[in-house]
């Protein structure tokens, strides 16, 4: 397991980088601060954030390589009969809160997993993807989101973009206001098929074609003429991202329940968001959000 761990944490260290350089360039304007951190049970990651840009208003993208003595509930859920083991888990994870309300957020993670026994074979697994996050949706934007995933995973196999655009949709979905958070992208996790060089490609397909799904997005629709009427319905639409992210998303719970470090945890989260009891869109272009693109539809 040392030369997998090894030759992934090269790869996730790298693929931060070029990924917040490919924001700050973006963005034109403010640049990401960093701040390494330790974690006592062991590990440790950094955390680099941006903020109060030319484009972007909030931005993290932290990398962590962490282990502890028993898996949280949040990991086994899905695999019970790995309660008990020891870990290590290693990713970059990133959400992008931009200004502009026609510019969508967007967020993406890829991540590695070791659990490990003794007197028996560790299991390892790799999960990630991409998803976006629209407020006033471009059906050429959501286009070309989904089918440069789609590229990505083709040439590794042409079953992996429909099938882990189905596990998007399905995973970024608040459940309790039967709503999708946005338009979905690729999802994958407890992913070990084909054995490690296999899995590993699928992975790295993923996490470098991020910042070319996002950026060509940003440049078009930074510039887009806005009110506060926008800005507005960006902050009551940022509140169901919170919503998913506090109640369902799996990434956060592992991260509080393994005695993860808040601050890096919850450095997704939008710098502001509103909750208006018994809010209705007042808009034609508001509507438009979750009467024709948050439905789930095939995109490419």
């Known amino acids: 397991m040392d030369d997998m761990t090894t030759r992934v944490e090269a790869y996730l260290r790298d693929l931060q980088d070029r990924?917040?350089?490919?924001?700050?360039?973006?963005?034109?304007?403010?640049?990401?601060?960093e701040e390494t951190w330790q974690r006592e049970e062991g590990g440790g990651?950094?955390?680099?954030?941006?903020?109060?840009?030319?484009?972007?208003?909030k931005g993290g993208v932290g990398f962590s390589h962490v282990e502890g003595a028993t898996l949280p509930p949040s990991a086994t859920a899905q695999r019970p009969e790995l309660a008990g083991r020891r870990w290590k888990a290693m990713g970059v994870s990133l959400v992008i809160h931009p200004t502009n309300p026609f510019v969508p957020t967007s967020h993406a993670n890829v991540r590695f997993f070791v659990a490990e026994a003794d007197g028996q074979e560790p299991v390892w697994w790799f999960g990630g993807g991409y998803d976006l996050t629209p407020y006033y949706a471009n059906e050429d934007d959501c286009r070309a989101w989904?089918?440069?995933?789609?590229?990505?995973?083709?040439p590794?196999?042409?079953?992996?973009?429909?099938?882990?655009?189905?596990?998007?949709?399905?995973?970024?979905?608040?459940?309790?206001?039967?709503?999708?958070?946005?338009?979905?992208?690729?999802?994958?996790?407890?992913?070990?098929?084909?054995?490690?060089?296999?899995?590993?490609?699928?992975?790295?397909?993923?996490?470098?074609?991020?910042?070319?799904?996002?950026?060509?997005?940003?440049?078009a629709r930074k510039d887009t003429p806005y009110t506060q009427a926008h800005r507005d319905f960006q902050a009551y639409r940022r509140g169901r991202y919170v919503e998913f992210n506090l109640v369902w998303d799996r990434g956060t719970l592992f991260g509080l329940q393994s005695g993860g470090?808040?601050?890096?945890?919850?450095?997704?989260?939008?710098?502001m968001a509103r909750w208006d009891y018994q809010w209705a869109p007042d808009s034609a272009a508001d509507k438009a959000l979750t009467e024709?693109?948050?439905?789930?539809?095939d995109w490419v």
Request: aromatic fraction near 14%; include cysteine; glycine fraction near 8%.
């Open 19 to 33: 990924i917040c350089q490919a924001l700050e360039q973006a963005d034109g304007q403010a640049q990401f601060t």
């Open 261 to 271: 470090r808040t601050e890096s945890i919850l450095m997704s989260m939008p710098p």
């Open 156 to 219: 590794l196999d042409e079953q992996l973009y429909p099938r882990f655009k189905k596990w998007c949709d399905e995973y970024f979905f608040l459940k309790h206001r039967n709503e999708a958070r946005g338009i979905g992208g690729v999802f994958f996790d407890d992913f070990n098929e084909g054995g490690f060089e296999h899995a590993f490609r699928v992975m790295r397909a993923v996490g470098d074609t991020y910042a070319a799904a996002y950026i060509p997005i940003v440049n």
């Open 45 to 57: 990651g950094r955390s680099r954030v941006i903020k109060n840009g030319a484009v972007i208003e």
């Open 292 to 297: 024709r693109f948050l439905p789930w539809q």
């Open 146 to 154: 989904h089918q440069t995933a789609k590229d990505a995973l083709d």
